[in-house]
């Protein structure tokens, strides 16, 4: 795996159904490298501390290969890495392959896969269209949150190598199917 972008984002207010809401999920893609620390990304703005950021939720990490899928149905996501939230877009992150407590490196950087990424009405506010909301639970494309072991600095082009396999268990994808299927209960 590769990493082909690094985001981050900047507290944005947004205007939904007359109220004002605060928001972080707007990243921009940037040139040199972020810092990772057991948190958060440096620089990046978390408005939600309850649903994101902290220690299992340091960095949200998203695959460039289901831009693709998104691109079909929204004509503007083209390559516009970060339109997800993501903080680091990946070339090829495939939740079906992805355990639990998976441990990857990337430079001196260690982080250990936690969980799928749970879709809230923020990514709607991204796309100006709340059913994508309902669209991102009914696909497999959730993108992966990890936890950071290890603190260090990562920018586009490095190399990310997997260290320790948790094959014990479930992957991402399956954790992810398992919130659908409470969430529908």
């Not at 990772?36 to 998203?62: E, P, S």
């Not at 920018?155 to 409470?182: C, H, M, Q, W």
């Amino acid at each position: 795996m590769k990493i082909v972008s690094v985001n981050i984002g900047k507290r944005r207010e947004v205007l939904l159904k007359g109220k004002t809401i605060e928001t972080g999920i707007f990243k921009a893609q940037v040139n040199e490298a972020i810092f990772l620390d057991a948190h958060h990304v440096m620089g990046d703005t978390i408005v939600d501390r309850v649903h994101h950021g902290g220690i299992n939720k340091a960095v949200y990490g998203y695959s460039m290969k289901h831009y693709s899928f998104w691109q079909k149905k929204y004509d503007f996501v083209q390559t516009n890495f970060g339109l997800f939230g993501e903080n680091i877009t990946f070339d090829c992150l495939d939740e079906t392959k992805i355990y639990a407590g998976n441990v990857y490196q990337c430079g001196d950087v260690i982080i250990e896969a936690t969980e799928p990424r749970q879709p809230c009405f923020k990514l709607g506010l991204v796309f100006k269209n709340q059913k994508v909301v309902k669209e991102f639970w009914n696909s497999n494309k959730s993108g992966v949150y990890f936890k950071v072991l290890q603190n260090g600095s990562v920018r586009a082009g490095d190399e990310f190598i997997l260290v320790k396999e948790a094959k014990d268990n479930p992957t991402i994808a399956e954790i992810y199917s398992n919130y659908r299927k409470k969430k529908s209960e």
